[in-house]
């Protein structure tokens, strides 16, 4: 049994951009004249810094316990997910930039009852997609091509290459080195 949490540099730099962020939409409404309208559009920047916050602080909460039974994330709410129970997974990739060299993964898994999202900044990430994996594979669940293509990425599974020990599956996806999802 392991028990994992999201790295606390990450957070607190996710903090500190909702604080510079709603500071920047919130100043101007006390320094200038500003309409309804402007007011209306800083307001709304605020609003969405303000949800991007809560999800921060949510993540601070949140233990991810996996065990030979299944997963189990504890917070503000609380999910199990067996492994027999596992019927859909999918690992996507949310890139920053144009090159797709930087970005972060986000792995969901669901079955019947729960469904659990979680981000490539949660330490021991590639450990928690290895066990998905396996599960997936022992339940007979069928992957997109992207969510396999994904996994190939981080040397899980294949794309069905005719050639795949001449490159590797980050040069083959052209996604860079797995280590920079977290940034």
């Known amino acids: 049994m392991s028990t994992h949490r999201y790295h606390r540099r990450d957070l607190n730099a996710d903090l500190l951009?909702?604080?510079?962020?709603?500071?920047?939409?919130?100043?101007?409404?006390?320094?200038?004249?500003?309409?309804?309208?402007?007011?209306?559009?800083?307001?709304v920047f605020a609003a969405f810094f303000g949800l991007f916050g809560l999800r921060t602080l949510m993540q601070m909460r949140t233990t991810v316990t996996l065990d030979e039974s299944g997963i189990t994330t504890k917070g503000w709410s609380r999910a199990h997910i067996p492994w027999n129970s596992l019927d859909t997974l999918k690992l996507s990739y949310f890139s920053t930039r144009r090159d797709r060299?930087?970005?972060?993964?986000?792995?969901?898994?669901?079955?019947?009852?729960?469904?659990?999202?979680?981000?490539?900044?949660?330490?021991?990430?590639?450990?928690l997609c290895r066990l998905a994996f396996q599960a997936a594979r022992k339940n007979d669940v069928e992957l997109s091509?992207?969510?396999?293509?994904?996994?190939?990425?981080?040397?899980?599974?294949?794309?069905?290459?005719?050639?795949?020990t001449d490159a590797t599956p980050a040069a083959l996806s052209g996604w860079g080195n797995p280590a920079d999802w977290r940034r």
């Not at 091509?145 to 795949?164: E, K, Q, Y």
């Open 101 to 127: 060299e930087a970005g972060w993964m986000q792995l969901t898994l669901r079955s019947a009852e729960h469904r659990i999202a979680i981000h490539s900044t949660l330490e021991g990430f590639e450990d």
């Open 145 to 164: 091509d992207a969510t396999a293509r994904n996994f190939a990425v981080i040397g899980l599974g294949d794309v069905g290459l005719s050639t795949p």
């Open 17 to 43: 951009r909702v604080a510079l962020g709603i500071a920047a939409c919130v100043t101007p409404m006390f320094f200038i004249e500003a309409g309804a309208t402007a007011a209306y559009i800083l307001g």
